[in-house]
């Protein structure tokens, strides 16, 4: 077995751990999605990894494992996902991907990675799949980047100056998943300043671990 399948059986059978059953057109989906990327990131800075399987294992997985939480979560069918300071788009293109009815948007502030992400959603040919070229905290009023049911952001800033750009783009119900290395602490100095300003808090924090690691990671959840 070569080492590309390898790491394909080894972030399928995370997903199930997940609650994801993917499809060989869902595996199929991100390894086209991971090329793009990484042939597009030989002449634009997009990424740091370009090992497909670090792409594969690392980031799409963490995308992977917050799709399994936020389906448990979200009771809505086909929810509004906003993946703030989306990047290359892993976490956006996994959730879209193990997630076909949810509409999810991949914002991002800096034009290079929006023109990749942009060019890259029209070829995927996914329903629902949208890009705004937008810096959160910049803008005021309500509209389409606005009123989402999850907002999710991964490595976009410290965990209280993630959430204060975060919660306001989310509903009154809506949800905001941050990745952590840690369990967040909610009486934290600076963390407990951003929840009151925003009537939000912790609702939990879930442990995970990606494929050939043995740490756990950890997925915050936040809302009213």
């Not at 990484?38 to 002449?43: D, M, R, S, V, W």
């Not at 996902?81 to 800096?110: F, N, T």
């Amino acid at each position: 077995m070569t080492n590309k399948k390898n790491a394909s059986c080894a972030l399928q059978e995370a997903a199930a751990g997940w609650g994801l059953s993917l499809s060989q057109e869902q595996m199929a989906q991100i390894d086209r999605y991971i090329n793009e990327l990484l042939t597009a990131n030989q002449k634009t800075n997009l990424t740091a990894d370009t090992d497909p399987d670090v792409v594969l294992l690392r980031h799409m997985a963490d995308g992977l494992a917050a799709t399994g939480f936020l389906i448990k979560e979200v009771p809505k069918p086909a929810p509004r996902i906003l993946d703030l300071g989306a990047g290359g788009g892993y976490i956006g293109m996994a959730i879209k991907i193990a997630w076909p009815q949810a509409q999810v948007m991949l914002m991002e502030s800096l034009e290079r990675k929006f023109r990749f992400l942009n060019a890259m959603a029209v070829r995927s040919g996914l329903p629902g799949l949208t890009v705004a070229l937008r810096r959160a905290g910049k803008e005021g009023g309500r509209g389409p980047e606005k009123d989402f049911d999850v907002v999710v952001a991964r490595a976009l800033a410290p965990l209280p100056e993630a959430l204060d750009l975060a919660l306001p783009l989310a509903n009154p119900e809506g949800l905001v998943l941050i990745f952590q290395s840690a369990a967040p602490d909610p009486e934290e100095h600076g963390l407990r300043r951003v929840l009151a300003r925003h009537a939000a808090r912790l609702l939990k924090s879930i442990p995970y671990r990606l494929p050939r690691e043995d740490r756990d990671r950890h997925l915050a959840l936040f809302g009213s």
